[in-house]
């Protein structure tokens, strides 16, 4: 982790390196890695990051989209609730107000004032006077509960306090779940009595039934204390203790995640009533609600994945055609130097020659002119004893002279051709002049070399010294190929749009593997004494020039290395 | 050819040059010597040879400002160069500047003979165009004069 952060620090430090370092493989193993690792990291961090933002953003708004409805719904039937126990409430302050203690107290007349109330307004089982001592003194409904005293019970004391009381739901005395409303109401003469009604919870039942949730959500009322107020599918009847904690108190719709006694993922949405003691609460299980978001959460995954592959196979490809070009590259250029310092001993090596050549050229005229001058004077002698034998000793210096020419001359071609580019040559002279350098020592080893040169043979516009560097690698090459005594062939002949020189030597040959790295540059089989350059730099000649160039061999048969080169010049070599 | 061919040899390898010299004199051709680029110049100015052969490489004047000032002064001498130095560039100028042939030291006394026999056969035809141009010029002038003298 420290290395990937080091190399992120400095990511293009490895990359510059040292130029001139010997370049070893473990060197490009290792640039490879670094590079890999550098892009992966590059590319796959953002991704990654991109990816998890991703991720929990969308899985935010998801939560929104489902929680949402559900808060709304529960602020809507909370205002059903609302509304339902205002109006209830209303409804009995009203008859409150509306009547006189001695109208409600008259039996008759409650029982016409319920019937109208069970008309109008659905949900009421009863109706009952109470007088300030918390006697039931008049009571319309299914029970026979008149003169009954309420005086000890709480929603009687709440009730002379606040005036106006709704209860939770309970059982009280008859047995099935209910809810009082009850109001109390004050005479000009000081007296207070008050009107009871009771609530059966049906109507609790319908409105939450009115939200229409799916079979797996769960809608239930529940009082201060944790009680159900209505029942629910999956936390408990009617008066039960709900089976979980109650949430933190607020009468603002709120949702909120939670794990629900039966073990399973749900969204609680709740409100608070602000003036009834209860608490409307919707469950819904967050795995039904949340399908969706798997299956998007499954695309984002597999987006993740497939782009981290793509990444990975990316930067391997893109690393793997760097690393080679940077090989080839360097290769090419150690090729270059190497072919540079060849050309540059070639050059100097002709130099001197030219040197030597010059100087000897001199007082090799006056030997010339000196031994021509006896010469003369001989021949104008009339005939004495020594005469015929001075003559020969006079000629024979003459022909050395000519034989020491020659080779100054040669010498200054080749110096003269270090210089020199294109140009209109004629080849058969060149590789005659060529193979001149290299008689002495076939000569020596009695090698037969056949210079077979076609008469026809076209002029060709190409680079004279860089021809003569060609033929003669070729031509040492054949000679150290051949065995003394051996035969080498050089045969040229026209073609359709050039020239072609083979060069065949009945030498050793060559085995299929040794053919196959012929032209690579360092690759020698002359241990210790090649430098593997010759056919590789010849190679690089011939095609810079154009050309082409192929090697037949068949191991101890002999060796044809076969170049073709173009009559003329592209525009860019001239 | 029976006029003896008049040589003047510039160079500064005196053993070379002498030697060169008597050989020529015995294959009858009078040859002057000179062994520096002043001296040649002041022999031409003296009487004209007809064939030079000149050495390249010499202390002061050098040989290619030699040929250049005879065949400015003197176009009609022919010019041969003999040189042990000679590079194909210096080859290329000397032709251009007007040299009749160019040769490496050493060379074959025979073929050096036949090179000077060319450039004095070189300039003898040039001599005798150079006479026709003169004599047609003179023909011109001629008839001129007489188609004047008719109009009077």
């Given at each position: 982790?420290?290395?990937?952060?080091?190399?992120?620090?400095?990511?293009?430090?490895?990359?510059?390196?040292?130029?001139?370092?010997?370049?070893?493989?473990?060197?490009?193993?290792?640039?490879?890695?670094?590079?890999?690792?550098?892009?992966?990291?590059?590319?796959?961090?953002?991704?990654?990051?991109?990816?998890?933002?991703?991720?929990?953003?969308?899985?935010?708004?998801?939560?929104?989209?489902?929680?949402?409805?559900?808060?709304?719904?529960?602020?809507?039937?909370?205002?059903?609730?609302e509304?339902f126990l205002a109006e209830r409430t209303s409804t009995v302050s009203l008859i409150a107000s509306?009547?006189?203690?001695?109208?409600?107290?008259?039996?008759?007349?409650?029982?016409?004032?319920?019937?109208?109330?069970?008309?109008?307004?659905?949900?009421?089982?009863?109706l009952g006077?109470i007088?300030?001592?918390?006697?039931?003194?008049?009571?319309?409904?299914?029970?026979?509960?008149?003169?009954?005293?309420y005086?000890?019970q709480r929603w009687f004391q709440e009730v002379r306090l606040k005036g106006k009381y709704v209860s939770d739901?309970?059982?009280?005395?008859?047995?099935?779940?209910?809810v009082i409303v009850a109001v109390q109401h004050m005479?000009?003469?000081?007296?207070t009595w008050i009107l009871r009604a009771t609530l059966?919870?049906?109507?609790?039942?319908?409105?939450?039934?009115?939200?229409?949730?799916?079979?797996?959500?769960?809608?239930?009322?529940?009082?201060?204390?944790?009680?159900?107020?209505?029942?629910?599918?999956?936390?408990?009847?009617?008066?039960?203790?709900?089976?979980?904690?109650?949430?933190?108190?607020?009468?603002?719709?709120?949702?909120?995640?939670?794990?629900?006694?039966?073990?399973?993922?749900?969204?609680?949405?709740?409100?608070?009533f602000p003036d009834a003691d209860f608490?409307?609460?919707?469950?819904?299980?967050?795995?039904?609600?949340?399908?969706?978001?798997?299956?998007?959460?499954?695309?984002?995954?597999?987006?993740?994945?497939?782009?981290?592959?793509?990444?990975?196979?990316?930067?391997?490809?893109?690393?793997?055609?760097?690393?080679?070009?940077?090989?080839?590259?360097?290769?090419?250029?150690?090729?270059?130097?190497?072919?540079?310092?060849?050309?540059?001993?070639?050059?100097?090596?002709?130099?001197?020659?030219?040197?030597?050549?010059?100087?000897?050229?001199?007082?090799?005229?006056?030997?010339?002119?000196?031994?021509?001058?006896?010469?003369?004077?001989?021949?104008?002698?009339?005939?004495?004893?020594?005469?015929?034998?001075?003559?020969?000793?006079?000629?024979?210096?003459?022909?050395?002279?000519?034989?020491?020419?020659?080779?100054?001359?040669?010498?200054?071609?080749?110096?003269?051709?270090?210089?020199?580019?294109?140009?209109?040559?004629?080849?058969?002279?060149?590789?005659?002049?060529?193979?001149?350098?290299?008689?002495?020592?076939?000569?020596?080893?009695?090698?037969?070399?056949?210079?077979?040169?076609?008469?026809?043979?076209?002029?060709?516009?190409?680079?004279?010294?860089?021809?003569?560097?060609?033929?003669?690698?070729?031509?040492?090459?054949?000679?150290?190929?051949?065995?003394?005594?051996?035969?080498?062939?050089?045969?040229?002949?026209?073609?359709?749009?050039?020239?072609?020189?083979?060069?065949?030597?009945?030498?050793?040959?060559?085995?299929?593997?040794?053919?196959?790295?012929?032209?690579?540059?360092?690759?020698?089989?002359?241990?210790?004494?090649?430098?593997?350059?010759?056919?590789?730099?010849?190679?690089?000649?011939?095609?810079?020039?154009?050309?082409?160039?192929?090697?037949?061999?068949?191991?101890?048969?002999?060796?044809?290395?076969?170049?073709?080169?173009?009559?003329?010049?592209?525009?860019?070599?001239? | 050819?029976?006029?003896?061919?008049?040589?003047?040899?510039?160079?500064?390898?005196?053993?070379?040059?002498?030697?060169?010299?008597?050989?020529?004199?015995?294959?009858?051709?009078?040859?002057?010597?000179?062994?520096?680029?002043?001296?040649?110049?002041?022999?031409?100015?003296?009487?004209?040879?007809?064939?030079?052969?000149?050495?390249?490489?010499?202390?002061?004047?050098?040989?290619?400002?030699?040929?250049?000032?005879?065949?400015?002064?003197?176009?009609?001498?022919?010019?041969?160069?003999?040189?042990?130095?000679?590079?194909?560039?210096?080859?290329?100028?000397?032709?251009?500047?007007?040299?009749?042939?160019?040769?490496?030291?050493?060379?074959?006394?025979?073929?050096?003979?036949?090179?000077?026999?060319?450039?004095?056969?070189?300039?003898?035809?040039?001599?005798?165009?150079?006479?026709?141009?003169?004599?047609?010029?003179?023909?011109?002038?001629?008839?001129?004069?007489?188609?004047?003298?008719?109009?009077?």
């Open positions: 982790m420290r290395k990937l952060a080091d190399l992120l620090k400095h990511p293009l430090r490895e990359l510059q390196g040292e130029v001139d370092e010997a370049v070893s493989p473990e060197r490009y193993t290792l640039l490879r890695r670094k590079i890999i690792a550098l892009m992966v990291a590059a590319t796959l961090i953002p991704l990654s990051v991109m990816a998890v933002l991703n991720y929990y953003e969308h899985q935010n708004a998801m939560a929104r989209e489902i929680q949402n409805p559900l808060r709304v719904l529960v602020n809507k039937t909370k205002n059903s609730f509304l509306a009547y006189t203690y001695q109208e409600l107290a008259d039996q008759q007349k409650l029982a016409r004032i319920f019937s109208v109330m069970k008309r109008e307004f659905e949900g009421f089982v009863d006077l007088d300030e001592h918390g006697t039931q003194v008049n009571y319309v409904g299914p029970y026979t509960l008149q003169g009954k005293n005086a000890d739901v309970f059982m009280g005395f008859r047995k099935f779940p209910h005479t000009e003469d000081g007296r059966d919870t049906k109507q609790f039942e319908r409105i939450i039934a009115s939200m229409s949730l799916e079979p797996d959500a769960d809608a239930f009322l529940v009082n201060g204390q944790g009680l159900m107020q209505t029942s629910s599918n999956n936390y408990g009847k009617v008066l039960e203790k709900v089976s979980f904690p109650l949430p933190p108190m607020t009468y603002e719709p709120t949702v909120v995640n939670m794990t629900d006694p039966l073990g399973r993922e749900v969204f609680l949405a709740y409100a608070y608490v409307l609460m919707a469950v819904k299980p967050r795995s039904s609600s949340l399908k969706t978001w798997y299956t998007v959460r499954g695309d984002l995954l597999f987006i993740f994945v497939a782009g981290v592959a793509v990444v990975l196979i990316a930067a391997m490809r893109v690393t793997d055609a760097l690393i080679r070009r940077m090989k080839e590259a360097e290769d090419r250029r150690e090729l270059a130097l190497r072919e540079v310092e060849h050309s540059q001993k070639l050059s100097s090596i002709g130099r001197l020659a030219a040197g030597v050549a010059h100087e000897v050229n001199n007082p090799l005229a006056i030997i010339n002119e000196k031994t021509g001058l006896m010469k003369d004077i001989l021949d104008m002698q009339g005939d004495f004893p020594a005469k015929a034998k001075l003559l020969a000793q006079v000629e024979s210096v003459l022909r050395a002279v000519e034989r020491c020419r020659g080779i100054t001359h040669r010498m200054l071609g080749f110096a003269r051709r270090m210089d020199v580019s294109i140009e209109d040559l004629d080849l058969s002279e060149l590789i005659r002049e060529t193979a001149g350098f290299l008689a002495n020592e076939a000569m020596h080893r009695k090698v037969d070399v056949q210079l077979d040169m076609d008469p026809e043979l076209p002029r060709i516009v190409s680079d004279r010294s860089q021809l003569q560097q060609v033929f003669l690698n070729l031509f040492n090459n054949a000679l150290a190929a051949v065995a003394d005594g051996g035969n080498i062939t050089v045969t040229a002949r026209p073609e359709s749009d050039g020239v072609r020189v083979s060069v065949a030597d009945n030498g050793c040959g060559m085995s299929e593997e040794t053919l196959k790295h012929i032209f690579e540059p360092f690759f020698t089989t002359k241990k210790g004494k090649g430098t593997g350059l010759g056919l590789s730099i010849t190679y690089g000649i011939i095609k810079r020039l154009g050309g082409e160039i192929s090697v037949e061999s068949t191991q101890g048969v002999g060796t044809t290395l076969t170049i073709t080169l173009p009559k003329g010049q592209r525009e860019a070599l001239a | 050819m029976s006029k003896k061919i008049k040589l003047l040899l510039v160079d500064d390898e005196e053993n070379f040059v002498n030697t060169l010299a008597e050989r020529m004199k015995m294959r009858d051709m009078g040859s002057d010597v000179a062994h520096d680029g002043e001296t040649a110049l002041e022999m031409i100015k003296d009487g004209t040879p007809d064939v030079m052969v000149l050495d390249l490489r010499m202390p002061g004047i050098d040989g290619v400002e030699v040929l250049r000032k005879v065949k400015k002064s003197h176009p009609e001498v022919q010019v041969i160069v003999l040189t042990g130095h000679g590079s194909e560039q210096d080859q290329e100028v000397c032709m251009q500047l007007g040299a009749y042939e160019y040769h490496k030291k050493p060379v074959d006394i025979d073929r050096l003979v036949k090179s000077i026999k060319g450039a004095y056969r070189q300039k003898m035809e040039d001599a005798m165009v150079a006479a026709t141009f003169a004599e047609a010029n003179d023909h011109e002038d001629a008839d001129r004069v007489m188609r004047e003298g008719d109009k009077k």
